[in-house]
């Protein structure tokens, strides 16, 4: 026995034409809501806006809906069509349904979207409901009206979202593990500068002790088989006694200390040597005075080296007489150079390293703190006092304003002042704290 589907009066012979007609169903239940069949000019309206949407329906459900709506529009008399048969006259009809169909599956090709089930939109108030019907209206006649090659534009769209949200997530890979590698390669690179540092300071030399160096001397003379003791005693103390004479001639060349000569035959830029016992403030004092932060990113080997090097400002003079040796150093975040000084705004800091050792590569050197504090690098026509301008007093007074300021601005009073003629020695750092930030010990050789 075949089998059979209806809609009410409507028979369907197969079960997907049954299936169509369930579907224009519930567009039609969709399209009554807050429709008033019983007033005419609702019905007509609806009536238009459903023959400006040809392909809304699939079966004859809805062919059967649209004569209605029609007879209700105009009556009995007065209408345009007097059924769905005069509509489609039969030898179209059979034509009429097939194109309906062919159309049908053109409209669903659209789905990706266009969302046909009506059933998934949220509620409306009537005066929404008819602006989205209209929109839907006006949105299938367009889509009807594309070209074949227009079909494909959601899926084109959809690709190249993928590529973008690829490409996305590529370069947010990137950037995880640029933020990684500046992270390691920032510890790596403290390593090695660390390391070359610790090579550096293993080649300071042992000073000369002339007390050793006279027995010694005593000890390979008698050796010799060629003097007495007391003779040897005698051409040592000689020999001793005119190393320890000045030199006669003043425009004669200093002599680079004994402990520094093999770093100075290394780099001759070398000035001096700096070290805060108890701390890792242990490092050589480079000057150029071509270019003044030529150590500011390189070691001592002049390669490229995240530390940098302590470097003396550019009118300093470790051959001719200087007021001030002022150094900069950076103030690193991983506690390398000159990061230890601003322990120094506790006192209980200073109580326990009251001298800095600073050596030029021709004299020793220690030095007691005058002054501790924090300023901050002045802009151009700002009325302040520059501590980094002073290199060289001229006067007693200029030099007395210098240590005034000093004295002013420490954080404490160290109990050590200074006099014209006493060598000064200025050691400036970044202070992170406060813009454009200094902190500034100041100390005077030891008389």
């Not at 567009?27 to 019983?38: A, F, M, P, Y």
């Not at 329906?57 to 029609?70: H, N, P």
């Not at 669903?108 to 929109?135: C, G, H, I, N, V």
Request: glycine residues 6%; hydrophobic residues 30%.
């Amino acid at each position: 026995m075949k089998k059979s589907w209806s809609i009410g009066d409507i028979s369907f012979s197969t079960k997907e034409e049954y299936r169509a007609g369930q579907r224009d169903l519930k567009q039609i239940k969709k399209l009554l809501v807050g429709v008033d069949l019983d007033d005419p000019i609702e019905v007509k309206e609806l009536y238009r806006m459903l023959r400006g949407r040809p392909f809304l329906f699939e079966s004859e459900v809805g062919i059967a809906f649209k004569a209605y709506l029609q007879e209700r529009s105009f009556g009995a008399s007065g209408r345009r069509e007097a059924s769905r048969h005069e509509e489609y006259p039969e030898p179209q009809r059979q034509t009429r349904e097939r194109q309906i169909r062919s159309e049908r599956q053109i409209a669903r090709s659209y789905k990706a979207d266009y969302d046909y089930d009506m059933e998934q939109e949220e509620p409306q108030t009537p005066a929404r409901r008819t602006s989205r019907q209209s929109l839907r209206l006006s949105g299938t006649q367009s889509r009807g009206s594309r070209k074949p090659s227009e079909q494909i534009a959601p899926q084109k769209k959809k690709s190249k979202k993928k590529v973008l949200v690829f490409w996305g997530v590529l370069a947010g890979i990137a950037l995880m593990l640029f933020g990684f590698w500046q992270i390691f390669s920032y510890d790596i690179r403290s390593y090695i500068s660390q390391k070359k540092m610790e090579e550096l300071i293993s080649c300071i030399l042992v000073p000369y002790d002339a007390k050793v160096s006279e027995a010694h001397r005593i000890a390979d003379l008698i050796a010799s088989g060629q003097y007495t003791e007391q003779e040897a005693i005698e051409i040592a103390k000689e020999e001793l006694a005119r190393q320890e004479e000045p030199e006669s001639d003043p425009n004669a060349e200093p002599t680079v200390l004994y402990q520094y000569s093999v770093l100075y035959e290394r780099n001759p830029d070398m000035a001096g040597w700096i070290r805060l016992d108890g701390t890792i403030l242990n490092y050589p004092v480079m000057l150029t005075p071509k270019d003044e932060e030529y150590y500011l990113k390189r070691g001592f080997d002049k390669k490229s080296d995240i530390n940098g090097l302590p470097f003396m400002d550019v009118r300093c003079s470790i051959t001719a007489p200087v007021s001030n040796y002022l150094i900069h150093g950076h103030n690193m975040k991983n506690g390398s150079m000159f990061s230890c000084l601003l322990q120094y705004e506790k006192q209980e800091f200073y109580e326990e390293h009251k001298q800095i050792y600073f050596d030029t590569v021709y004299e020793t050197g220690t030095y007691e703190i005058v002054g501790v504090f924090q300023t901050a690098v002045a802009y151009v026509g700002e009325d302040t006092y520059r501590y980094y301008e002073f290199i060289n007093a001229e006067t007693a007074e200029e030099y007395d304003a210098y240590i005034s300021y000093v004295k002013e601005q420490s954080f404490y009073d160290t109990g050590i002042t200074a006099e014209f003629g006493d060598q000064l020695l200025t050691l400036s750092t970044c202070d992170r704290r406060i813009q454009d930030g200094r902190f500034v010990v100041v100390a005077r050789k030891c008389r």
